[in-house]
């Protein structure tokens, strides 16, 4: 079977300091996967190393078996927040109709279709109502579920997203993950940065423990156990504990 | 064509030119660098000059045209060798522009170019410099150059428009769809360079800055969609020009001067009285809502 | 050999000199925190925005007084390091935006009311345009007085309230907690930099000076991590070039200064870029190569706690 995600020995370093080392893992097509460790584990970089944004060291990445190229249009990625230029003159439709721009192609317009597409992406994530908002109007939350959107538009087969819970309320997180699983029912496959391990068994299938190398990688039952965890974290006790108990909540 | 109205079209046209490639300029936070340009262009001409030994037009847009990109590079260099932005910028535009200023004052006597020229341009003498091509009827000179740049600029920001917007609003999200964000970005200093060699013996080194940045800062605090900025970008520039050149033969004074000062004067209004972002107009709502919670 | 010994020995020369040394010596030191505050454009902005009010002053007083003008200048260079952070603060406009909308502006305006100085019958031989380009030639005695002595002044105030603008500058939020007042520091480390500049642009102009905030304090981060220290070296590349510049305008028949001294400091930072011990390129690349080896022989644990 073709596997969506396959990397290899990738390392990666920034100037002087290896962020990645030896990071392998594969992902299986149309799982949810949750990609775990704690701030600066390189998760980020991961992400960016496996989409070509950023130079690797050495290392493999195959995107369903193939060396990734972006014009294959097939992978969609949601930066984590902050990345933009809030005050650009720009629309909440707008920015969800940039997600079409990779299909759209090189001296063309945006067609009718393209349009539609993004309203109804934008109404897949309840934002009907602000198409014509200017972004930095909107609140942190509806913000986030703009970015989502303009993903959805891309139409891939393959999603990152870093970090999309952050700064948002209950109820926009449960109305993420519900659009995350109805992606996953079209067959697509979602790797998403998170943080909050108390909820890592509810929402993914499969875990990427990350913290410089690869600690796990897996079904969430059979990788997300304590001595991961501890591996995972280090010496943070107090913090532990609370593993624990997330650990034997099921 | 009388005098004044080859004056009147000359500045309108450079108004369009900068008035549309500054705004990418602000979007991408690029102003400095485009600071920088304009004054390291001066480098290209002289050195255009003294390789041909001649003042063609064709030879200043291109030396123009490394220079300019030569600082972007510089720049960039310096900067991702780990220097703060600002910085590598003043190191750069400083160093280039003082060898030019150098060259120019050792070849002063076969350098038909002397610096105030370049950095205060000479609109008034424009009209006078002539050149004949082909059937045509003889044009000023710089007419031709900043028509030849309006039309290249405004073709390329038609062919790649959704590619600068997305590589303004998010270079990641660009480069994670395969758009090659470095080469957007070093076609926008082209342009700015031959931008800049085109206005300069118009406006001059220093002034065509306030024609790049000016309006479209104008036009940032008054809209909300990118097209809407580039045309009232434009539309500003072209009033800057007009009403900077008749402010100038009344007071008989600089006219590449008044042209900026015009911009500026733009920009003020507009920054007081702006429907939602001038200064003026935050305060209102404010004492209205004050005035509500007193009753 | 024998012309620098000639020159060396003629009075104006020696006092020219001094001015520039101390000017150096007096950016190096203000530029370096420039630098660190991110606000050396501002300089560059400040520069730029002297042009009118040395105009404006020489319209109203009619002469060519050196004191007179730079407070002309030191005005509109104040009024224009204020504008840009009104501007900043108010409305979506970038901070790289404004600096470069005032510079342009208030430059345009100097460029009127220059035309409109020139028209006087006095205006012709008034020398202003030396302001732009800095003709340190036309520097004389007297001027040279005001020049080294408020570069002393400048230097001496930025000496005493050392540790106040090195907090302030690294961590403002943890300034005010020790309840130092922020606003009048920053508003007197801005005066403290219009100061410099307006000091420096007769000898190098307005469109340089940056040069002289940003260059020098850039050479001297390569070769130590230390505040202290790196203001100290600042300076004196900064007098440094400011020396060798004057020397070689002074060779030739009417080269400006300005130019020069900004040659003269870029070698300097070039050569610090490169060969600075630690910090350096070339020092870099050497541990990059030892460190990659480092981490290919042994798989090192290096994960984040
Ligand atoms: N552009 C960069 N230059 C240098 N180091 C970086 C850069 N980006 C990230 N790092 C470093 O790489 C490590 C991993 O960062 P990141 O991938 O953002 O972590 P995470 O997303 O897991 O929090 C951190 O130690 C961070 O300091
Ligand atoms: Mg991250």
Known sequence: MLNPVDVKNLTVAYQKKAVLKNVTFTVPE???????????????????????????????????????????????????????????????????????????????????????????????????????????????????????????????????????FVGVDAATERAIIDLLNELKSQGKTVLVVHHDLQTVKDYFDDCLLLNVETIASGPTEQVFTMENLHQTYGGKLAFLEQGKMMVEQK | MSYEAWILIIGSMAGITCGVVGCFLILRKLSMLADAISH???????????????????????????????????????????????????????????????????????????????????????????????????????????????????????????????????????????????????????????????????????????????????????????????????????????????????????????????????????????????????????????????K | MNSIMLMLSDANTQWVLVGTLLLGLASGVLGSFALLRKQSLIGDAVAHAALPGICIAFLLTGERSLIVLLIGATITGLLSAYCIQYIVSSTIIKEDTAICLILSVFFGFGIVLLTKVQQLPSGNKSGLDAFIFGQAASIVGSDVKVMAGAAAILVFITAILFKEFKVITFDPEFAKGLGLPIGFLNFLFISLLVGVVVVGIQAVGVILMAALLITPAIAARYWTNSLSKMIVISGMFGAFSGVVGTMISALGQGLPTGPFIVVTATAIFVISMLFAPERGIIAKKIKQKIYYKQLNEAGTKGRVS
């Not at chain 1, 980020?44 to 060291?57: C, D, N, R």
């Open chain 1, 30 to 164: 149309g799982k949810l996967i949750g990609i775990i460790g704690p701030n600066g584990a390189g998760k980020s970089t991961l992400i960016k190393a496996v989409l070509g944004l950023i130079p690797k060291a050495s290392g493999e990445v195959k995107i369903y078996n193939k060396k990734y190229r972006a014009k294959d249009r097939i992978v969609g990625y949601v930066p984590q927040r902050g990345s933009v230029d809030w005050d650009f003159p720009t629309s909440a439709l707008d920015v969800v109709l940039m997600g079409r721009y990779g299909h759209v192609g090189w001296f063309k317009r945006p067609s009718k279709q393209d349009n539609q597409i993004a309203r109804e992406c934008l109404e897949k994530v309840g934002m009907e109502g602000y198409a014509d908002r200017q972004i930095s109007q909107l609140s942190g939350g509806q913000q986030q579920r703009v970015f989502l959107a303009r993903a959805l538009a891309q139409d891939a087969k393959v999603y990152f997203m870093d970090e999309p």
């Open chain 2, 40 to 294: 390291t262009v001066l480098l290209g001409i002289v050195l255009a000059f003294l390789i041909s030994q001649s003042m063609n037009g064709l030879y200043m847009l291109i030396g123009a045209a490394a220079v300019g990109l030569l600082t972007a590079v510089f720049v960039q260099l310096l900067h991702s060798s780990g220097i703060q932005e600002d910085a590598s910028i003043g190191v750069v535009f400083t160093f280039l522009f003082a060898i030019g200023v150098i060259l120019i004052t050792i070849f002063a006597d076969n350098v038909h170019l002397d610096v105030d020229h370049a950095l205060m341009g000479e609109i008034a003498f424009v009209p006078f410099d002539l050149v004949q091509i082909g059937f045509l009827p003889p044009l000023p000179k710089a007419f031709l150059m900043l028509a030849s740049v309006l039309i290249i600029n405004l073709v390329i920001i038609v062919l790649f428009y959704k590619e600068f917007k997305i590589t303004s609003f998010d270079p990641q999200m660009a480069a994670a769809i395969g758009i090659p964000v470095l080469l957007i970005h070093y076609l926008l200093m082209g342009m700015v360079s031959i931008t800049t060699v085109a206005s300069f013996d118009s406006v001059g080194a220093i002034l065509v800055v306030a024609m790049l940045i000016a309006p479209g800062a104008s036009a940032y605090l008054l809209t909300n969609k990118l097209s809407v900025m580039l045309l009232l970008s434009a539309v500003f520039g072209v009033i800057a020009a007009v009403v900077g050149y008749y402010a100038a033969s009344y007071i008989d004074a600089s006219i590449s001067g008044c042209m900026a000062m015009m911009n500026g004067i733009i920009f003020l209004l507009v920054f007081l009285f702006s429907p939602s972002k001038g200064i003026l107009s935050k305060r209102l709502p404010q004492k209205k809502l004050h005035e509500q919670i007193g």
